[in-house]
């Protein structure tokens, strides 16, 4: 198994194995990429974006594809997957990126959610490919990635959100149909509580029953602006890290905004003395044993 850091900034955290900077969030927001470090890019999640251009927001009869929108609750803007001069952007940026840094790894790349899009331009394209709908949507989906792929030289992971079953159906997105283009994929698996681990090892096993390409899921430690009140405890973030891990996952990232809030993450699985012996027995030895490497590095 491969651990890794990934931060809102662009600092390495001492202990993973590699280090994933958040250059585009979906908040819209741009940073340079750092050469020694791999770069993550959200695509069709943009605040900006969809700030300064609402008409290439995404449409449905739910709603527009908005934090705004409580029939599917967002937790940022997404922006119609077919606006052509988004596309053409994305594309070179997402280059640039690959360029300057290890490699890319891509969130939102897919349609919102149920229903979307329904603005004219997609209507259109739907109505000439002759396709279903739901093969329209995944054939979008597909050939947008395809393209990314021709312009990223090293590493290309893509993002999913946590869905095994419905994927296809919500945001146009076949596992099988990606997998040729991806080095691996990252399911998020963010929450702030992991008092049932049994749902997110559930997660584990079913993505990689599925996933044709190294599986790898990404935790929440710490977000931006976040009460530490409530935020997920160690204690749960190493049982759910141990628990999901035993399920033969090819790797786990930790997500917090700064390399600081990672390095007290360290520091309280190390203290954690007991409980990780308890966790021997449970079938992940990776886990136990890079928190073994962290005792010195932060003593």
């Excluded at 395809?146 to 869905?163: M, S």
């Amino acid at each position: 198994m491969r651990f890794g850091s990934y931060v809102f900034e662009p600092k390495k955290v001492p202990g993973f194995d590699f280090d994933l900077f958040r250059v585009k969030p979906e908040v819209g927001r741009r940073q340079p990429p750092q050469p020694d470090m791999y770069s993550n890019v959200a695509i069709f999640g943009d605040n900006v974006t969809a700030r300064n251009h609402p008409e290439w927001v995404s449409q449905s009869e739910y709603g527009p594809g908005l934090r705004t929108n409580e029939r599917q609750n967002f937790r940022w803007d997404i922006l119609c997957h077919t606006v052509p001069e988004f596309r053409e952007e994305m594309l070179n940026y997402i280059e640039d990126v690959d360029r300057r840094s290890m490699g890319v790894w891509l969130n939102s790349i897919h349609f919102a959610d149920y229903g979307h899009c329904i603005c004219p331009r997609c209507k259109e394209k739907w109505q000439k490919s002759g396709l279903s709908w739901l093969e329209w949507r995944k054939k979008e989906v597909t050939e947008y990635i395809a393209q990314v792929r021709e312009r990223v030289n090293k590493e290309l992971v893509i993002g999913l959100l946590p869905d095994p079953v419905n994927s296809y159906e919500r945001f146009g997105i076949d596992f099988d149909a990606l997998a040729p283009y991806a080095d691996a994929f990252n399911v998020v698996m963010f929450s702030k509580t992991y008092a049932t681990p049994w749902y997110w090892e559930m997660l584990s096993r079913a993505f990689k029953k599925l996933l044709k390409k190294p599986v790898y899921i990404s935790l929440y430690v710490y977000g931006p602006g976040d009460n530490p009140k409530e935020v997920p405890s160690p204690e749960e973030l190493l049982m759910v890290s141990v628990r999901c891990g035993r399920q033969g996952i090819d790797g786990i990232l930790y997500l917090a905004d700064k390399a600081s809030q990672l390095v007290d993450f360290q520091k309280a699985l190390v203290d954690k003395v007991e409980l990780r012996q308890r966790l021997k027995n449970y079938g992940c030895p990776e886990v136990l044993e890079l928190v073994e490497r962290w005792e010195d590095i932060v003593g």
